[in-house]
């Protein structure tokens, strides 16, 4: 099976800026083509896309809300895919979790990933 790790939420200023790390194991996907997503959950709302990226990294695809602050990447070699995101506001307050499919492809919804971590809590304040 596939493990997904999450780290590198916290606690930041409105403006700051973060970076997510989610290393994968297991079938790890310089094996198996594995499209990648960022998902989040904000307390009281459901789960939403944030950002995908194709398993050779050359597509990516943003939910409009952070378009322009948050960047996907991957590197192949490390079994990690990151989350970089810039100028983060208070409503960028939740649960982000890093999330898997064995498909090359990305796609934005939730329920065709089949593979998640725990998730990584980011606040940020005003």
């Known amino acids: 099976q596939v493990q997904l790790v999450e780290s590198g939420g916290g606690s930041v200023q409105a403006g700051g800026s973060l970076r997510l790390s989610c290393a994968v194991s297991g079938r790890t996907f310089s094996r198996v083509a594995m499209g990648m997503g960022w998902f989040r959950q904000a307390p009281g709302k459901e789960r939403e896309f944030v950002a995908g990226i194709s398993w050779s990294g050359g597509s990516t695809y943003y939910a409009n809300f952070v378009k322009g602050r948050f960047t996907i990447s991957r590197d192949n070699p490390r079994n990690t895919v990151y989350l970089q995101m810039n100028s983060l506001l208070p409503e960028d307050t939740a649960a982000y979790y890093c999330?898997?499919?064995?498909?090359?492809?990305?796609?934005?919804?939730?329920?065709?990933?089949?593979?998640w971590g725990q998730g990584t809590q980011v606040t940020v304040s005003s």
């Open positions: 999330a898997g499919r064995p498909h090359p492809e990305l796609t934005i919804g939730e329920n065709e990933y089949p593979y």
